[in-house]
């Protein structure tokens, strides 16, 4: 008789937030802070890796800039949890905040296009934005 193996603590319910409330904040941020075409994408049955992306775009480097230190800061201290890496913040083109079982990428207009992570991850479900915004 093999053992189960206890299921991965992820990051977030670490700090006793879900993925799921992480993600909604993030997206309600994004919003708040003029992101637009915001998308939530539930990778839960897709891959091990991660739970949540939160995708959004933004119109210039200084808005992006904006929407990802605004999102980092609200998440440290609405729900003690923090970033655990973050790429491309000073190129501006495509920011990726890793907060452990959530993703956010905040994209130019051009390079959300070109990298078309709503179309590489086609089969993830959608959480409606207005459901994740409202939490």
């Known amino acids: 008789m093999s053992k189960a193996k206890p299921a991965p603590t992820s990051a977030s319910s670490r700090s006793g937030a879900s993925a799921l409330e992480l993600a909604r904040l993030a997206a309600r941020v994004a919003e708040e802070t003029r992101g637009t075409d915001i998308r939530v994408l539930d990778l839960r049955e897709l891959t091990p890796v991660v739970d949540y992306f939160v995708i959004a775009t933004g119109s210039s480097r200084r808005q992006m800039h904006a929407m990802a230190d605004e999102i980092e800061k609200v998440v440290k201290q ?58």
């Open 78 to 135: 609405g729900l003690h949890d923090r970033v655990r890496g973050s790429e491309g913040y000073e190129e501006g083109r495509w920011i990726v905040l890793d907060f452990g079982n959530v993703m956010v990428h905040l994209f130019e207009p051009e390079a959300r296009g070109y990298w078309d992570l709503e179309g590489l991850w086609s089969d993830a479900a959608r959480v409606p934005v207005d459901e994740a915004a409202a939490s």
